[in-house]
């Protein structure tokens, strides 16, 4: 991870505490559209996942800022997310600070609030990370305590999340021992699988603090992705309908 990777250990905001595994069943979200939202850490398989389901043709709404869920015409969501990576994560904070980061990284989490407001609302929908996952980046990039932040927090709320688990030494491998990383997703200034692993730590405990307080069901490694998709369709169903 960086802004930059040489500076990530300094900027980051204290973790939370480990509190062992994830509730299984907490308070219902507020009202709002009705929707789920899909979580996990890098390389849990949550895209791979969301394209098996839109090829079962789901009967959800499926939003993501993956470029294959893009509308033509939402295209510029994937091209700032680009460059965002290539310019501004790797860069030092006298070029571009954590506040500047989060602000770019907001344009991905008001289009996925956008689409699920406006986009046939009564229809449930299937939420990619929502703001959860862009949040925790944000914080260990040292944007903790951006203004940004406390407003995500104010959007409408899941009705549950469905957190994909993977242990950091599965990612590691799925991300062909780190050929295949961004500098989003590691400490350091090169995808060391040390690095990697703490990073994802990290990054796992502060999307547990986010999320703590909604009903979550945590859906451990499964053998591929279309194991992985038919058990989030059997959440989905259940809560959706």
């Not at 480990?18 to 559209?33: F, V």
């Not at 460059?83 to 289009?111: I, K, N, Y």
């Not at 994909?164 to 030494?169: K, R, S």
């Amino acid at each position: 991870m960086a802004l930059s990777n040489d500076h990530a250990t300094r900027r980051r905001g204290p973790l939370p505490e480990e509190t062992g595994p994830l509730p299984q069943d907490r308070a219902p979200g507020t009202a709002g559209p009705a929707f789920c939202v899909l979580l996990g850490p890098d390389y849990a398989g949550k895209s791979s996942a969301l394209a098996h389901l839109r090829r079962s043709s789901a009967p959800w709404r499926l939003l993501s800022a993956d470029d294959a869920f893009l509308a033509p015409e939402h295209a510029l969501i994937g091209r700032l997310r680009r460059d965002v990576v290539r310019d501004v994560a790797v860069a030092g904070e006298d070029t571009w600070s954590p506040d500047f980061f989060a602000t770019m990284l907001q344009t991905a989490v008001l289009h996925l609030r956008d689409r699920l407001l406006h986009d046939d609302p009564g229809r449930p929908a299937v939420v990619d990370s929502y703001y959860y996952k862009l949040l925790a980046k944000c914080r260990l990039a040292g944007a903790e305590d951006n203004p940004m932040v406390t407003w995500w927090r104010s959007f409408p709320r899941p009705r549950r999340v469905i957190y994909l688990d993977v242990t950091p030494g599965s990612a590691w491998a799925r991300s062909h021992q780190g050929a295949d990383l961004n500098c989003l997703e590691y400490y350091g200034a090169r995808p060391e699988r040390e690095e990697f692993e703490r990073y994802q730590n990290d990054l796992a405990k502060t999307m547990r603090d986010e999320i703590r307080g909604l009903p979550v069901t945590v859906i451990g490694e499964q053998d591929g992705p279309a194991r992985t998709a038919e058990a989030i369709r059997r959440v989905l169903t259940h809560e959706l309908g």
